[in-house]
Every structure is written in C-alpha cells, then in structure tokens.
C-alpha cells in the first residue's frame, strides 16, 4: 500500500475497521461524491481546525470543476481576534470560489455564567457601544436585519443555520443543496450520534449524510478523522489554520482539549479560564460584553468549572430540600422558574417510579442512578440551567421551549408542584 496520509479511514462499526485507504483520501472521495450528486454546495465555516479544512478541501475541489462554492460563516462577536484573522484569511485565499455569507445579526446565545443574563445577544444594535469589536468590513457581510426574510431578531444559532439551508437552497431553484459540516464522530457522543443514527434519512444510504427536510442535506466528510490527523493534515499541506491553537497549547492545553467554540455555553464555560491567558486586550472587552464572565473565569480556576462542586455542603439546619428552594428563592424569577419546572418533571417522574407523594430521599449518592434532594441542588449550585444532570437536554428551538413551558405549567398545577 502507499504511503498513508492522516490516519485510516474508519466506517461507522464498533470494529472501525479500515476502509482500506487513508482518511484524506476518503474525505476527497465523499467530497467529489457531493459535489457529483448536488448542484448546489456551501460550507459551515466556524473558524475551528475541523471545519478549516472542511473548507479547504470543498475550495479546491470547486476550483477544480469551476464550480461555485458556498461559504456561512456566523460571526458570534465575542470571538478571539485570532479567529477573526483565520476567517479573513481563508475567504482571501478561496475568493475566487467562494459565495460569502458573513453573517453579523443579533441572535441570541446561551449564557451558562449568569443568573440574572441567561442568554445575551450578540451584535444588539441597542448596545453596540459594547460591542467587542466593529461589525467585519468585506464583500459578504450580512448586518442587514431585513437581509433574510425570515430572519427575527434574538433567533438563535441553530435555528438561523437550518433556515439558512433552506433559503440558500431556494435561492438557487431549489435544487439539491448540501452543507459540508467539519465534524468528527470521536469528538463527542452527540457527534457521534448525529452521523452514526440509523433512524435519520441519508442520501443514497450514506451514513456520513443526513437529510434536513426539502431539498437540503448535511455532509460530513472527515467524519472518521481523529485530532491528530487534522494536524498532520495542517502540517504536510501546509495550509493556514487559526493561530489560536498555538496559543492553547503553549497554556497547557492539550490538542485534544483544545476547542474553539462560544465559550459562555453549558458545556464550553469549564474553558472560560483560558480566555484572558491567550487574548488579555479581547478578554478586557468580553468581561464589559457577557454578564458573569469574569465570574465563570474566576470559579474555572480554581474548581476546575464553574461553580462545579464534586462534593456540596449545606447550612446547617436545613434538608436538601429545603436549601433547594432557598437557592430556587434568592434567583432572578425567570432562572428559578426554568429551573422548578424541570424539577417539578423530575420529581413527578421518580414518584410515579417508586416514591410515593413525592418523598424522594432528601441525601444520597449524587450519581444519576439515584434520586435526592441533594442530586436536584447539586444542579442548582452548579447552574446546570438545563437540568442535564437531572437527565433533562436542551431545548430544540426557542418556539419549542415555549411550548414545553406551557404544557408543563398546567402539568404542575395538576400535580401540585406549584409552590417547588
């Protein structure tokens, strides 16, 4: 066999057997397939090392059959100045290719270190005197409100990039239109589902496609690369990638550690830490920006997370329960009542499952196994405002949460649950 190039390619097995050639080798063959069987091409392009080379893999390719490609990029404002720079950098190198779309609106994003600020808006044209940095100048650039028609302001991320598919794809005749997504199935098991399903509908049965209604797919074509053949792939090609990986690394993190998302979110803000390290004068700006940050940064550094306790302690005197609803209490009314009626849901669920009258152990072990009071204010003290510890998720879009809510506020009336 020749030389490899980043690592075997894998399929989607529990045996993750070699597909007998290199996993860039593959890429290049899932993105000439796409680029075959759609007329219509665009890449989700975030600024991460995944979706770069996503992106230069889909330019080349274009290029190469003088086709047109695509390129969103949704430009979340508190984002690193490195980042900036790599985005720039990229839409210079393929502007011969490329159909930019540079999308600057204000949606509105998770904020996972503030009780009193649970999601901020970026790019609030009602604050832009606290603006993290000026709107991006280019060719491409959307600030325009009234640019898509569907666009609503404080909509969030994933519902403008799922319209946003739809719209691209009518916009050219509503042909077949696919997204090349840079994600890879070891990441996380959320990845790993998103391509691995065998409920989805595919394209053509392929496993590394997932159809999002119409006309519109999702493609993702490194799928099966690991971190280190991204960065063999940067080292032997020698291409450009965002710079802020180096700074990252040379902080301690490791390059499987290393990830470039909004750092604010449930998940992400155990990172928030390194955020003055790696940019002091952007850091400056994101404390004035994002309610909490400073806050989430100081509790990362010295817990590890945010506010993330391995073991917990009450005052004395007080059940876990009560000390449950005197967090619940001293909340901002809209934080505390997102928490009581995932609360509510959980304990009526474990009374219906063994407990009768709701009288779930006030202690016990803080594993998932096991209900008690002192599980639900380990999630209050951690500000795990989606319950996930509580086995809840996030919801789907915002108009969905909205409906939950309604559905559960009548169901704790019903259960009398009320007053949790």
């Known amino acids: 066999m020749a030389e490899l190039g980043p ?38 392009f975030s600024g991460g090392k995944d979706s770069g080379i996503v992106l230069e893999l889909a330019a080349r390719e274009a290029r190469a059959r003088g086709r047109r490609l695509g390129c969103l990029i949704v430009d979340l404002e508190a984002q690193y100045s490195a980042t900036v720079e790599y985005l720039h950098a990229m839409c210079d190198r393929h502007e011969d290719v490329l159909d930019l779309y540079w999308v600057a609106l204000p949606l509105s994003l998770r904020n996972a270190v503030s009780q009193f600020e649970p999601t901020w808006q ?63 199935s070891d990441e996380s098991l959320n990845r790993f589902r998103t391509i691995a399903s065998r409920r989805k509908t595919t394209h053509e049965g392929l496993s590394w496609t997932t159809w999002l209604g119409g006309a519109v797919y999702n493609a993702y074509p490194i799928y099966d690369w690991r971190t280190e053949d991204d960065w ?50 952007t850091w400056v700006k994101v404390v004035a920006r994002v309610q909490g940050a400073n806050f989430g940064a100081r509790y990362a550094r010295e817990t ?43 304990v009526e669920w474990h009374t219906r499952h063994g407990f009768e009258d709701g009288q779930i152990p006030d202690d016990g072990p803080l594993d998932r196994k096991n209900p008690s009071w002192k599980r639900i204010c380990k999630v209050i003290l951690s500000y795990d405002y989606y319950c996930r510890a509580l086995t809840f998720s996030a919801p789907a879009s915002r108009d969905a949460y909205r409906k939950y809510k309604q559905v559960m506020a009548a169901r704790r009336k019903e259960w009398g649950h009320e007053g949790l």
């Open 7 to 44: 690592g075997v390619a894998r399929p989607l097995s529990p045996s993750k057997r070699g597909l007998g050639i290199d996993v860039l080798a593959a890429a290049r063959q899932r993105i000439g397939k796409v680029f075959d069987d759609f007329p219509n091409v665009y890449v989700s």
């Open 122 to 184: 970026c790019w609030d044209p009602d604050t832009e005197h606290r603006w993290v940095r000026p709107l991006p100048v280019r060719d491409g650039v959307i600030s325009d409100q009234g640019f898509f028609p569907w666009f609503v302001r404080g909509m969030e991320f994933e519902d403008l990039v799922a319209k946003f598919g739809h719209w691209y794809s009518a916009r050219h005749g509503s042909r077949m239109t696919a997204c090349l997504v840079g994600i890879r």
């Open 232 to 281: 063999r792939f940067y080292g032997r090609e020698k291409v450009p990638y965002n710079r802020i990986y180096d700074l990252m690394h040379q902080a301690g993190v490791s390059i499987h550690q290393a990830r470039l998302c909004q750092p604010y979110g449930d998940d992400q803000k155990r990172g928030l830490w390194l955020y003055h390290i790696l940019e002091p004068d």
């Open 304 to 346: 590890g997370s945010v506010m993330g306790r391995i073991s917990i302690d009450k005052p004395d005197g007080l059940t876990w329960r009560d000390y449950s609803i005197l967090l619940l209490d001293s909340m901002p009314p809209e934080t505390a009542e997102a928490f009581r009626t995932r609360i509510a849901w959980f």
